[in-house]
């Protein structure tokens, strides 16, 4: 059986990369290790939204998911990062329905901004975290070494 540890969405950020600004989530664990996973704009902003709790007047595609699920009684129990393939993480969400769980597969961002409109818990694989995670304090001193850089 894998082992899990839970995380939170710290923050939605961009950084520049080669190919123009990427957006990032920063998920954390107790530990203080953070995971960093670029998604789209589109899904960033979704989840920024759902971070700050505002809810556009028309929903966007997860409002609608979420929706759609809360209309057929179905529940989002947690979603889970679960392996890298090709530098791609892997990642599904666990629904709960009367008739039982389900696991249906996504990407981290779909599943992410579910389960944060859902009040769900994330969980990454502890292999995930030891092999692809950063310590907070070493993300913060790289941050603290660029900005002196750009003066």
């Given at each position: 059986m894998e082992e899990f540890v839970k995380v939170r969405v710290s923050g939605v950020a961009q950084v520049d990369t080669p190919f123009g600004p990427?957006?990032?989530?920063?998920?954390?664990?107790?530990?203080?290790?953070?995971?960093?996973?670029?998604?789209?704009?589109?899904?960033?902003?979704?989840?920024?939204?759902?971070?700050?709790?505002?809810?556009?007047?028309?929903?966007?595609?997860?409002?609608?998911?979420?929706?759609?699920?809360?209309?057929?009684?179905?529940?989002?129990k947690r979603g889970e990062i679960y392996d890298i393939q090709s530098n791609r993480f892997l990642a599904r969400v666990i629904l709960e329905s009367g008739k039982g769980e389900s696991t249906i597969n996504g990407r981290p961002s779909d599943i992410i901004a579910l389960a944060v409109r859902s009040g769900a818990d994330i969980y990454v694989t502890e292999d995930i975290m030891q092999r692809a995670s950063i310590e907070k304090s070493a993300l913060l001193k790289e941050k603290e070494e660029g900005e002196g850089i750009e003066e």
């Open positions: 990427t957006p990032i989530l920063l998920l954390e664990d107790d530990r203080e290790r953070v995971l960093v996973i670029a998604v789209g704009g589109v899904e960033a902003s979704s989840i920024a939204l759902a971070l700050s709790g505002v809810r556009p007047p028309v929903p966007n595609t997860h409002d609608f998911m979420k929706d759609i699920l809360d209309e057929i009684n179905i529940k989002v």
